[in-house]
């Protein structure tokens, strides 16, 4: 069955970026869900979610009033907005950056998996408060399995990054026990904090941590060959942006997954393709991790959601272009 059009109302909401000064005079009847960022007005999410939303409704007709809404507001003001969306009626927020570590000590109530990660990038509506998720990792694995036909366990992992999305990203790999996993990262402090952070999850499974800069070096054999390349940095955003890594340093990846969605094709995967490498860009994660959102929010199964949130996202995509 064709995915129906988004009505007016809900199209004219996803055009919309709402500030800390819209929130402050809210008073919308009808239920609603926001993305929270900054900046937050390149987000996909709202297009994604009101697809789903809508088609759901046919299924479960009380999300036929929900809309799904961007909100910019500055690192500074999230402790002040926190409250306000609560006391304001909305029934969940998604955070991106930079909130989803901030947001983490603001939140009484955390899932078990958001707190081995130190963040939250889904909050549900509770009658005290807010109640807080991260679906980054579901959807980094579901996403690496659907592309590349890759399993994060018993796989050598490689991941670029040191930041929240890295953190979310190496915690998943530790849960579902991959093979050895080795950060690399620019910032040698940071390297090492993401290090200590994991060493207590690690376990059994062997942690390594390279700078980028011994990359270019010609011996790299402490490096699995057959790693699965994962970056989880913001290089590769602009088009002047040059690779995080050099994969010809590499013993044959076996993959090479980009989180960065937008331009599709980053020099990193650019290199891949060069190479014969599998690649994919980090659309489908985007994807996966909000039909889980919606799922937390709603119990529409993200099995069906995610296919139409897809579909959503690669047509906001193409109108962007």
């Known amino acids: 069955m064709p995915m129906p059009e988004i009505p007016n109302g809900q199209a004219m909401a996803q055009e919309l970026v709402y500030t800390l000064a819209d929130l402050k005079h809210w008073n919308k009847s009808t239920p609603t869900l926001a993305v929270l960022g900054f900046p937050i007005a390149h987000s996909l999410s709202p297009m994604m979610h009101n697809a789903a939303l809508q088609s759901e409704a046919r299924h479960n007709p009380r999300l036929e009033t929900i809309t799904y809404v961007r909100f910019e507001i500055k690192p500074e003001d999230l402790k002040e907005a926190l409250p306000l969306f609560h006391s304001k009626g909305f029934l969940g927020l998604n955070l991106t950056v930079p909130h989803k570590v901030i947001a983490f000590s603001l939140i009484e109530k955390i899932d078990p998996s958001a707190s081995l990660i130190g963040a939250v990038n889904t909050l549900r509506r509770t009658q005290s408060g807010w109640e807080g998720f991260n679906t ?34 190496a915690v998943e790999c530790l849960m579902r026990k991959c093979r050895s996993l080795t950060l690399v990262n620019r910032t040698a402090q940071n390297l090492e904090e993401l ?31 057959g790693v699965l390349v994962i970056n989880a940095t913001s290089a590769g955003l602009k088009p002047s942006d040059l690779a995080p890594i050099d994969l010809v340093r590499l013993r044959e990846p076996a993959g ?9 094709k980053t020099q990193l995967m650019q290199q891949a393709e060069e190479l ?16 889980k959102a919606l799922e937390i929010w709603t119990d529409a199964p993200s099995s069906r959601t995610a296919p139409l949130m897809l579909r959503a996202a690669r047509e906001a995509l193409a109108l962007i272009r």
């Open 276 to 291: 014969g490498i599998l690649t994919t860009n980090g659309l489908t994660m985007l994807v996966h991790q909000g039909a």
């Open 136 to 169: 980054d990792g579901y959807g980094l694995a579901t996403a690496v399995k659907e592309s590349l036909d890759i399993e994060l366990t018993d796989s050598n992992i490689l991941l670029i990054g040191a930041g929240g999305a890295a953190r979310g990203a």
């Open 195 to 225: 290090k200590m952070h994991l060493k207590g999850i690690a376990k059994e499974v062997p942690i390594n941590s390279v700078s980028q800069v011994s990359l270019l070096e010609p011996d790299v054999s402490g490096i699995a060959r």
């Open 256 to 264: 090479v997954f980009d989180m960065i969605y937008n331009p599709p």
